[in-house]
């Protein structure tokens, strides 16, 4: 008996072993091509996302895991510069007619597809055209050309946008997740349920195309030698599929990964006390932000606004939670944008007295002496709704603590990220909550605060005319000095109407190993685009 | 025995009925559908393209109705986020899941019930304390933190183990690759397991070695070991095999922190991954499979049972 049951267990390891050695293997094609011996050139980095990537960046599957891979298999007709200013990638150059109505991008002729077709402006105007403006997809961020009309081919490697009216971020919003696809591919076809180009076989222009997918595992790319720019320096690029944050940490400790932006800020200590691993501090277009509904009357009035936000002491947050990787924020419009940022602006500095003084004015005072202000006999309590992500939940138990000094009386309920998107993003069934924005490189915030867009993603629900006609002056013009003009003035009357209780503007905590060189300083998705210039020293 | 099979196939078929109605409606219920998972800035007209893609502006008995025919005819549906077959997403990673099961339960049975055993007849003894020590640590440690402690010592500080992943499959497989790969998540799932297996070896055995059949045989001269093995142990089974078709359910049903950790492709991080994306169709389909192994590894218990003990008849 003894022996049958130890023959059974040796059979049952002997068939897992033989199932080991052949599943996953399709999918895997060896290629044997010599290496050549410039030092510089070779070797693989390796990038974790969290989920499986869909190779087509206009599905609305496609999130940031998406993005990242994305971002390198396939290209756009701009992409953001190292200034961050929109800069030639497909299009080498673009103009704008004098009522901006009409842009014409002038295309590369040395463009080839990873299946060795010709790119040209077919391929575009089939993108933007059958993709982007067909409502029945809701394509990913096809809410940023609202006011395109149409493309047009004007020959082989040209094509014009013709816009409703004027959209001076054209360009800028031309290099943000809105990669051209194959029209030779997609033509016909469904773009979401072609899940032979979405999730198998992607033909993409970038610098790097597919080599292999493991659902679950891995997405390994490699070289293209048929490049437009400069062929790439790696050899391959890793994107593994890693849901647990903890393990990322954990691997590039083991140098298993070569890079990545760290959310959670709780491991950066040990990561920055560690061999060969280095942390970079990087400028983002985001801003976090904490907003009153404004449907609510009470929140209507400028100076409870302005209240709470004196009632927070952000650097105190900034340097615990966020372990220094922020500054303070008084508008939207984040230092990264270099040519529109101002700091000649109202700061609302930490101060609770003036923050009590303030809401005083309101009308709120404590008049029953129970600690918590009060108002025609009506406490002033505070439902605060947000979602668990990062340090979100960290940050927002310190803002109720600051409201609660200042005797607003908070409750805090975090909800899982889904329930909240649906409660406060869909339903705007919420009071107060917390979160951020992140936008393409260029200044107009219309998204996000214009009155046209309440039902949109002006999530507070903010209304003023003021506001609305310089942020209209600068989505229309695309002379530059006129823009500076007009968003210095916006980010002064942001500053003091606070549409959003701005707090701060996060820098990304680059985490990289210190082999990886050619890295510009730029935030990880946006050096992405300059992967081709990264290399590996030995 | 075949009235008995088809007696349980009746039961089965009604008993996963009701489980796809109540997973079903309750995964609707559930406040965020699909199109809350999207990005935080999709506009409402890109939410609404995706609830109608999706067919989701159907009520939920239509769209429950028209699952359970695709489901009766084998078809579970399409996955939401990946748009591939429902069937091809597990099938997939089903193999990884039932990898660790097979290991983690044969080191649970060959080691745990000996040491069962041992602290049974030592029963009070010094080994019997500490046998029982570990079983509790066993059982309390959170796997979450335990394998992180393991990454820690094994992969950061010694480099010993890949800190995660399945290890290179097809061509480049190698057989150190494999093993490796599989240690610290297989030595995570048995510290839960193991415990279980002694505890129920342990209190079986004390059960059945203080029952008069045993001190007769021991009066006839028997020697220890053939009491203990041919007459206590058999006769102390059935619970033990209880509790192990208990565990590999358990097992199979994936082990969603462990294989998150450890970045094991299996049901635990498939499951995850569905949830977290509001993949229906996907939940579906994992339930189905899940209730189906539960049922399966039920009725094997029920037949192992009449052959370890004659006295229990299924027919």
Redesign the interface.
Known sequence: MNKKIIIT?IG?MGI??L????????N?S?TNNDKEEDPQKGGKVSIPIV??P?FNPWH??A?AESNVVNRVLFSSLTKPGKDLAPSPDLAEEWEVSDDELEWTFFLRDDVLWHDGEKFTADDVAYTFNEIVLN??????N??YFGQLNKVEVVDEYTVKFVLESPVAALPAYLGFNTEILPKHIFEGEDP??L?SF??ENPIGTGAFKLKTY????SVVLERNEDYYGETALLDEVEY?????A??HV??I??G?LSIFALDDLAAIEKIENADGVDVYARDTTRFFWLILNQEIEKYQDKEVRQAILHAIDRQTIIDTVLKGYATIADSGIAPALQQYYTEDVTRIEYDPDLAKELLKEAGWEDSDGDGILDKDGEPFTIDFEIGIQGDLEAVSQMVQQYLEEIGIKVNLNAM????????V??ERDYEMTL?W?RYPADPDLS?YMHSKNV???NIPGYKNEELDKLLDEGAQTSDIEKRQKIYIEAQQLMAEELPYLFLWYPQEAQVRIDKLKGVPDLSFGDALHYINEWYLEE | MLKFLINRFGQSIILLLIVTVITFFLINLAPGGPSSTMRMDASPEERQAMVEKLGLDQPVIVRYASWLKGAFSGDLGTSFTSNEPVVQRIAERLPYTIELTIFTIIISIIIGIPIGILSAIKRGSVPDHIINFFSVVGLSVPAFWLGLMLILLFSINLGWLPSSGVGARGVDFNLWGWISHLIMPVLILTTTILPNIVRFTRSSMLEVISQNYIRTIRAKGAKESIVIYIHALRNALIPIITIIGVLIPRLLSGAVITEAIFGWTGIGTLILEAARGRDYPLVMGITIVITIVVILCNLIVDIVYSRVDPRVKNV
């Open positions: 267990i049952i897992l072993f199932n080991a050695c052949s599943y996953g293997a399709d895997t060896t989920a499986d869909t609305p599957n999130y409502e029945e997809l809701g394509a990913n096809s809410s979401w349920n899940t979405n999730k493991n659902s679950g595992q593994k599929v890693l849901g647990d903890n393990t954990a691997q400790l083991t298993e899982e990220w889904n329930t909240m998107i649906q409660q993003v869909v979160n924005w998204a039902k949109g993603n």
